[in-house]
């Protein structure tokens, strides 16, 4: 086992190395972006109050606070050992996002969610509780990854024991953020913008990303043909097959 753990570690090196020579603008992470844009919006005027959704036991944009702002976060997670370990936000509550928020109507100026909407059996009703917690103006800032990428074909279609054992021999370090049951209802373009605007949203920016070769960085010569697929794509603007949509929609 130690022997097998050496050798992915090289082979994750070794691409490692490869990534750093491979174009920004094709490698970027959307869920940087994603932290980058939640921390203007908290920052843009002061008394924000923002809703985590999914925030399990970090929220990563809560150390960009400006503290004169006073922006208020909130995490809401249906995972309870994970949001009560969130220490970055200002309150916590258990609750599953599909099955309605325990929030007033009008009540959030933000709704924040990364890496969350894949694992939602009904985001047509997620999204419409969005839009009523929400004040007028409000902003979902939301990120994701892709239905139709060869990763979510594969989580979709292994059984989930075998998933998660087979994501956590290969990576380790996922353990606490990876492995739990995917859905991806409608996370695909245009499918997901056309989610936002039905529920009454007006889209003001959406992104995509090709890049999910990371997935395979446990061997060279798969990364090297998933990198090769990855790199057609982004080349040709294959929206429909893109690995990653990050969207900002605003309430009406």
């Not at 753990?5 to 490692?16: A, E, Y």
């Not at 995972?79 to 969130?86: A, K």
């Not at 606490?176 to 991806?184: E, H, I, L, S």
């Not at 990371?214 to 010569?221: G, L, T």
Request: glycine share 6%.
């Amino acid at each position: 086992m130690a022997l097998f753990s050496r050798w992915i570690r090289w082979n994750v090196t070794l691409c490692d190395a490869i990534e750093e020579r491979l174009p920004v603008a094709f490698t970027r992470s959307l869920l940087h972006l994603h932290e980058l844009t939640v921390a203007d919006a908290i920052n843009a005027r002061s008394g924000v109050r923002l809703l985590d959704v999914g925030g399990g036991h970090f929220s990563p944009f809560a150390s960009r606070r400006i503290p004169e702002r006073r922006a208020f976060l909130i995490g809401a997670d249906i995972w309870e050992e994970g949001i009560r370990g969130n220490k970055a936000v200002d309150a916590r509550v258990v609750a599953d996002a599909c099955r309605g928020l325990p929030f007033r109507d009008g009540s959030m100026d933000v709704v924040s969610t990364r890496s969350v909407m894949e694992h939602l059996p009904d985001n047509a009703r997620f999204l419409a509780e969005c839009y009523r917690i929400l004040t007028r103006g409000g902003v979902a800032i939301c990120v994701m990854p892709s239905r139709r990428s060869p990763f979510a074909w594969f989580n979709r279609l292994l059984p989930e024991k075998t998933k998660r054992k087979l994501l956590f021999s290969l990576f380790p370090e996922w353990r606490d953020t990876c492995g739990f049951r995917a859905y991806y209802d409608r996370c695909a373009w245009p499918e997901m913008r056309q989610a936002f605007e039905a529920a009454g949203f007006a889209v003001e920016r959406f992104e995509l990303r090709y890049y999910q070769s990371i997935y395979c960085k446990f061997f060279v010569p798969l990364f090297l043909v998933s990198l090769v697929y990855d790199f057609v794509l982004w080349s040709l603007s294959a929206r429909r097959l893109c690995s990653q949509i990050f969207i900002v929609a605003r309430r009406k």
